[in-house]
């Protein structure tokens, strides 16, 4: 089946412009993760839904960050008033559920390919 | 969880195993060692966890020692295709589920 899919691939703002970054977890998957991913550093953790449930946004960086996933499938990271700081990769990932693996629940991320966001 | 500790760079040769070492000194009980890794341009790719036991499966191999306190990554005959950066992350259950990535391990595979 599909994996997850990120769109657009590259987006290219202009600092102070607003950006909505899209995310299409696998179907069925109730876990969906956003991270940053600045150059040269690994990802880093920003907001976590379980189905439409935002349960966790601790790394969210500021106030001009918004993640929604109204459905309980699709979410959205939408990030305003956009600065050249916000230039990164954003990587989406989708579990079967969050609980850790001695839960016999499902324990794999699958990642997206990620979006460019690169603020001029 | 806890925080673990990489080198910053290998090599090794296509067709030879590629041992890649991470240190958690600091492992709780509850938490997992997992490993993924990110080709460039790509987003991370789980390979194999495990808590205590030695697993294996197509991809590659995980060795914790008995203390748990450290563990290596073999992937068994490299290729080039398996240059990437490898993350090891020690991870509880519990939480969210979100996965705390330190710097890894950039593995350059050559020909």
């Known amino acids: 089946g599909a994996g997850v899919s990120q769109s657009p691939r590259y987006k290219v703002a202009k600092r102070g412009q607003d950006v909505a970054l899209r995310c299409d977890p696998i179907s069925g998957h109730v876990s969906l993760f956003w991270y940053q991913q600045a150059l040269g550093q690994g990802p880093e953790f920003l907001t976590y839904?379980?189905?439409?449930?935002?349960?966790?946004k601790s790394g969210l960086p500021s106030d001009r960050f918004f993640a929604e996933r109204p459905e309980g499938s699709v979410s959205t990271l939408k990030i305003q008033r956009t600065q050249q700081e916000d230039s990164a990769v954003y990587l989406c990932a989708s579990s079967l559920t969050n609980n850790g693996p001695g839960q016999g629940f499902s324990y794999e991320q699958y990642f997206g390919p990620g979006t460019r966001l690169t603020v001029t | 969880d806890a925080k673990t500790t990489q080198p910053t760079s290998m090599d090794c040769a296509e067709g030879r195993a590629a041992n890649l070492p991470c240190n958690h000194s600091?492992?709780?009980?509850?938490?997992?060692v997992y490993w993924y890794r990110q080709i460039h341009s790509q987003g991370p790719q789980y390979i194999i966890h495990g808590l205590k036991n030695n697993e294996t499966n197509e991809m590659a191999s995980l060795i914790i020692t008995e203390d748990r306190k450290s563990s290596t990554l073999i992937l068994p005959h490299a290729t080039l295709r398996d240059t990437a950066v490898y993350y090891c992350i020690a991870h509880g259950s519990g939480n969210t589920g979100k996965l705390i990535f330190g710097q890894g391990t950039t593995l350059q595979v050559k020909p």
């Open positions: 600091t492992i709780s009980g509850n938490e997992y």
């Open positions: 839904f379980q189905n439409e449930a935002q349960l966790d």
